[in-house]
């Protein structure tokens, strides 16, 4: 939809004037341009619901690679829909970087206990392995759930809920179903009762 302040005037620069002054440093220029679409990079990252600080991060990420890129922007005509796919994939970034965070919360290569045996340490890092192959069988809202909770730093429950797309008082029940499942799965791998 266009409206009255995207028609260009006489005294309304063209975006073709506008990016080679923004990408030489031109401040009026860089203001005209977050002006122009700044709501449109604002909607695309607000449609991901991040926190807040992320938010801000995919934000300040989309327009610094539009400082970084402004002298490559084939169509400046085309400037918002090059802003709103680049604020979108800074939100999948940031999405598939916090589900690689929490992806292996259960490695326990890095965590040595100095008073086990080399032996102990074979065993506890083959469970660990046996483990994250079982919790990557349950289905993708048990797994996911599981991951976001038993991480070092665990987020909050309703930033998990906010995640995962489920209301915060069946975050318990899903969990309780999940390492029921989980230990059920270890049982039948031959991990006993050590689940």
Known sequence: MTTATDIPTDATPLMTDLLPRA???DP??????MRRYGGVVSAAVRSY????GDELDA???????LAENAHRVQYPDRLGGW???TARRECLRILHDRAKRAADPLDMDTVADPATSPEQHAIDRDTAHTLRA???ELEPRKRDLL???????PPSYADIADALGI??????????????QLRQLGYEHGLGTEL
């Open 167 to 180: 209301p915060i008082g069946s975050i318990g029940p899903t969990r309780d179903r999940a390492l029921h």
């Open 59 to 65: 934000t300040q990420t989309t327009w610094l690679r």
């Open 23 to 25: 990408s030489s440093g």
């Open 134 to 136: 079982l919790v990557a």
């Open 49 to 52: 619901r991040l926190p807040e």
């Open 147 to 153: 991951q976001a909770l038993f991480t070092d730093n």
């Open 83 to 85: 802003l709103a796919t």
């Open 28 to 33: 009026g220029a860089w203001a005209e341009i």
